[in-house]
């Protein structure tokens, strides 16, 4: 059974309180450099905590399932809890995902039955490609870990998206992005978000402030005669909207159409603090 949903709970002095479906956790949050709104007494209750501080372990874990799901934006997830404190999902995307899913959902209504090419890289669990996958579109995912796309599949199913027109593959990005360029491939919509630092399939190493702009030129290069959107971006400390809008502008130039930039924010009910996490820039042709 899916228990609907994601919501940040409270934060502050270093922490976030969030509940994923009907398990509330704990975890650090580098950017809450304010203090709590609730007492401490809630956050104690959290059914499993993760600390950076203790050797990079969860508190109770053994009160978690192994693995359970929820849902986000119409998206399903499989969540397990990993030795580095992720679960499978980045839930600050989710407006992105949001923002992919009516913009798709529009260019497949105009377009007459024609399935726009999406593709979708350092992918992680595929918030974004089932995101694509759901509105009809072909996406082609890409991850350098196994296991994520694996973890991604999974979610597929959870989706019934078994079936669907998706490419999985297990690649270096720079490497990838080289042979479909070759081949002629080209993508209507392209979705990137680069870890600050990360290994290719081969170990290839990946250093955002000295790889994206060459990642952009390649993401170019693919793209269709009529794109339809284009979706960055990252969670670096020192890498802002501004920064992101200035590379895509070098790669991208001056095209018509609709650009966008901002944080990425996990969010609650009123009152509770939105806590910024990460930053995104988007164009879409209307």
Not at 1 to 18: F, H, P, Q, V
Not at 139 to 145: N, Y
Not at 187 to 208: M, V
Request: aromatic share 10%; hydrophobic share 40%; net charge neutral.
């Amino acid at each position: 059974m899916t228990s609907e949903t994601y919501a940040l709970l409270d934060s502050g002095i270093g922490r976030k309180l969030e509940r994923f479906g009907r398990f509330v956790l704990a975890r650090p949050c580098a950017q809450a450099l304010w203090q709590p709104q609730r007492p401490e007494a809630d956050w104690s209750a959290a059914d499993a905590t993760f600390d950076r501080e203790e050797g990079h372990r969860w508190q109770n874990r053994d009160r978690l399932p192994e693995q359970w799901n929820i849902e986000v934006e119409g998206v399903r997830f499989r969540l397990s809890g990993t030795d580095f404190g992720h679960l499978g999902i980045f839930p600050e995307q989710r407006d992105g995902w949001h923002w992919l899913r009516q913009t798709l959902r529009q260019a497949v209504a105009n377009r007459a039955g024609s399935k726009p090419r999406v593709l979708n890289l350092f992918a992680y669990s595929g918030g974004s490609t089932l995101a694509a996958a759901l509105e009809g579109a072909e996406v082609c995912h890409l991850d350098a870990s196994a296991g994520m796309v694996q973890w991604a599949r999974e979610n597929a199913a959870l989706n019934n998206l078994q079936a669907a027109p998706i490419r999985w593959i297990v690649d270096d990005a720079h490497k990838f992005l080289a042979r479909e360029i070759k081949r002629g491939r080209r993508y209507d919509a392209i979705i990137l978000d680069p870890p600050s630092f990360g290994r290719g399939a081969q170990g290839e190493i990946y250093k955002i402030e000295r790889d994206l702009p060459r990642t952009l030129e390649f993401c170019c290069s693919l793209l269709s005669d009529t794109p339809l959107l284009f979706l960055l971006s990252a969670h670096t400390p020192g890498i802002t909207p501004t920064v992101l809008r200035h590379l895509l502008h070098d790669a991208f130039g001056q095209r018509p159409g609709r650009l966008q930039e901002g944080e990425m924010l996990l969010t609650g009910a009123e009152p509770v603090r939105p806590v910024p996490n990460g930053c995104f820039v988007r164009w879409a042709a209307c």
